[in-house]
């Protein structure tokens, strides 16, 4: 039948017909029964069990504004229990000289402690954050290149069904970042995405008293000029 015995070496919690939540006693504390033979239960035991979400953060920064966004990103999604989450940037397309020229060498030397990605990288995550500047209302060569080493996944479905959340920066207000997110999005769609935005329960996106950066498409920031 169903209902609940106590003894004097334990209680644990395990669901019955109808999802019905019991306690049955007789079992040491903190162990469990996956399946229910005793007690008269004859039925099925449902295990409560804590599966662990990988989430990767993948990034391109040259002055390291998206950097410490992918960072900000990383921190938050660790707060959450059970929860394991990588940062990875995308490989630099640029040469050291045009870098150089850039004023974005010692950017780049500071986050060559960070591993570069791999295409299978995404694939292997239950959910993938993205960041990348804003290059004339568009997201940068960099990662653009990046996205187009993916046919493999594409081709083999690795990433339907898998949350994707695209941040970005722009040096001005009017920079272009909802269009780089939103453009960005396309290739999570084809890719069988499903796109996670930022909801307006954040009313920091809000404001009208102050230049703030933040978009329903996803987070945003206003660098300004270096």
Request: hydrophobic share 35%.
């Amino acid at each position: 039948g169903t209902g609940s015995r106590r003894g004097k070496r334990g209680i644990i919690s395990v669901w019955g017909p109808w999802n019905r939540k019991m306690e049955l006693s007789g079992f040491p504390a903190g162990q469990e029964k996956s399946s229910g033979t005793g007690f008269g239960f004859k039925y099925p035991l449902k295990r409560e069990v804590v599966m662990s979400v990988k989430i990767l953060v993948v990034y391109y920064s040259m002055y390291g504004h998206i950097q410490k966004m992918a960072e900000a990103a990383a921190e938050g999604a660790r707060k959450v229990p059970g929860v394991d989450v990588e940062i990875r940037r995308v490989p630099e397309t640029l040469p050291d000289t045009v870098l150089e020229m850039m004023g974005a060498v010692d950017s780049q030397k500071s986050q060559a402690h960070i591993p570069v990605c791999t295409p299978e990288e995404l694939g292997n995550a239950d959910a993938v954050i993205f960041g990348t500047p804003t290059r004339f209302g568009n997201m940068c060569g960099q990662m653009r290149q990046f996205l187009d080493s993916t046919g493999a996944l594409w081709l083999n479905g690795k990433l339907i069904g898998k949350p994707g959340s695209v941040i970005a920066s722009s040096n001005t207000q009017h920079g272009g970042q909802e269009s780089t997110i939103l453009s960005f999005h396309t290739t999570l769609l084809h890719h069988g995405m499903i796109v996670v935005g930022l909801p307006y329960s954040f009313k920091g996106q809000m404001t009208t008293d102050a230049i703030s950066g933040g978009t329903p498409y996803g987070a945003t920031t206003i660098a300004g000029a270096d």
